[in-house]
């Protein structure tokens, strides 16, 4: 069974950074995008930002600058490296992954969650 798990979360003041890390395990034959997501209190999930299998990137505008989204293949593993949090950065963050488990095409794997929490 395939595993996503997170981890880096923890409180910050304004101004600091962390660096989210998310481990696959299990039987995996492929991994194709990854993503990071978040989740506020009273909002709906967003999507933070997203590499490729290639290395492309993309991010939310409210990140731009300030996030940096990587991956390391050989471990199945992707990262997220925050910068200059600002409170409004506080959310549960969630990794997802495109996988192929087994079933010969890739489907969505998401991680558990970890709560980012930045003070003012």
């Known amino acids: 069974q395939v595993q996503l798990v997170e981890s880096g979360g923890g409180l910050v003041q304004a101004g600091g950074s962390l660096r989210l890390s998310c481990a696959a395990s299990g039987r995996i034959f492929s991994c194709n995008a990854m993503y990071w997501y978040r989740q506020a209190p009273g909002k709906q999930r967003e999507l933070v930002a997203a590499i490729t299998s290639g290395g492309s990137t993309n991010y939310a505008e409210s990140v731009k600058g300030r996030f940096t989204i990587s991956r390391d293949n050989a471990k199945i593993a992707g990262y997220l490296q925050m910068n200059s949090l600002k409170p409004e950065d506080t959310a549960v963050y969630y990794c997802?992954?495109?996988?192929?488990?087994?079933?010969?095409?890739?489907?969505?794997?998401w991680g558990q969650g970890t709560q980012v929490t930045v003070s003012s």
């Open positions: 997802k992954a495109h996988l192929d488990d087994g079933l010969g095409y890739p489907r969505s794997h």
